[in-house]
């Protein structure tokens, strides 16, 4: 369990993070397809999570396809020194809004060059290969192949760090014979804890995790002993839910999804928020009564 400094960071790549980022998929259209309904608020949300202190962004070519990358650049371009982009390629979306794998050489670089093109860098700073042998949860495959393509575009500096996503332990130690790898985003939260080990051994060797669905995604996570301690510490169940992820354990980044500012600062304040040793204790019930049902 992480001691409660909020102010801590943790490496990202050549920079450290604060553990509070942001989750820009929430910013396409419905189904992550198409334009936000809203514009101006999308754009919003993004500055006002750079001005309050987020230096980690996390996005894909791939939402919208294109927006929420078109919508960053607008919001923030030029961006600030300490800004990481930490983007992902390995999916691609159908006309109908479908979700498909993408893992030739030719579509992984591609990916990479739309990625450039529409946040305007010339390098992106982390890139994760997005496995997709499942698209909803990691699923055993070699992942040589399209790793030995990042890792070229990596030698010829379009990319300077390399991650993953949606991975299983062996993939990560598969992956990590052929580069070095910076983060693993896999699907995590306080009712979602397959990761557990997987989370404390990586941060034994110094590798971020990122949870992705740190609310329940498009499910929002809830539960009544999650209410039960928010309206205890006089909080929401959303900040219990990141306040649980933030001293879960150091490597920990969190990038929650949110369309709204309202939100977003509601979100932000999680970092403040203390829990009582009891509240944590009831909140690990949570999975454990799951994981035994
Ligand atoms: N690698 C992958 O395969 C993968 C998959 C999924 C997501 N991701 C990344 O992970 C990030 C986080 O995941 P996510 O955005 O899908 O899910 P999430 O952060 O778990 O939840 C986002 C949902 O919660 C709502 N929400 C946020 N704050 C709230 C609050 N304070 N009160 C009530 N509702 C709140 C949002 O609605 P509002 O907009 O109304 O606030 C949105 O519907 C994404 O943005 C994306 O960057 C990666």
């Given at each position: 369990m992480r001691t409660i400094e909020t102010s801590s960071t943790f490496n990202l790549g050549h920079r450290a993070v604060n553990p509070f980022g942001y989750g820009a998929?929430?910013?396409?259209?419905?189904?992550?397809?198409?334009?936000?309904?809203?514009r101006d608020a999308a754009l919003a949300v993004l500055r006002e999570a750079v001005a309050t202190g987020v230096n980690h962004i996390d996005t894909s070519d791939f939402y919208g396809p294109h927006v929420t990358n078109r919508l960053i650049r607008e919001a923030?371009?030029?961006?600030?020194?300490?800004l990481v982009i930490v983007t992902k390629v390995g999916a691609r979306r159908g006309e109908d809004g479908s979700w498909n794998p993408a893992f030739s050489a030719d579509e992984l670089t591609r990916a990479v060059h739309d990625n450039l093109r529409n946040l305007g860098l010339d390098a992106l700073d982390v890139v994760n290969l997005r496995c997709m042998f499942s698209v909803h949860g990691p699923a055993e495959g070699s992942i040589e192949a399209p790793l030995a393509v990042l890792a070229e575009l990596q030698r010829q500096g379009l990319v300077r760090h390399i991650g993953l996503s949606n991975v299983t332990p062996t993939q990560i130690a598969e992956g990590r014979r052929i580069c070095e790898i910076v983060c693993v985003q896999n699907y995590y939260n306080l009712a979602h804890r397959a990761d557990d080990a997987l989370i404390d051994e990586l941060a034994g060797d110094g590798i971020a995790y990122v949870p992705f669905f740190p609310l329940g995604g498009f499910t929002p996570l809830q539960s009544s002993t999650l209410s039960d301690v928010a309206a205890r510490v006089g909080a929401t169940p959303m900040q219990v839910a990141l306040a649980w992820l933030l001293r879960r354990a150091p490597n920990i980044l969190l990038i929650p999804g949110t369309a709204s500012v309202a939100h977003l600062r509601e979100n932000r304040a999680a970092v403040e928020l203390d829990l009582p040793p009891d509240a944590i204790i009831a909140l690990d019930g949570i999975w454990t009564s799951t994981a035994a049902a």
């Open positions: 998929m929430q910013l396409a259209g419905p189904g992550v397809f198409g334009p936000p309904k809203d923030l371009a030029p961006y600030p020194d300490d």
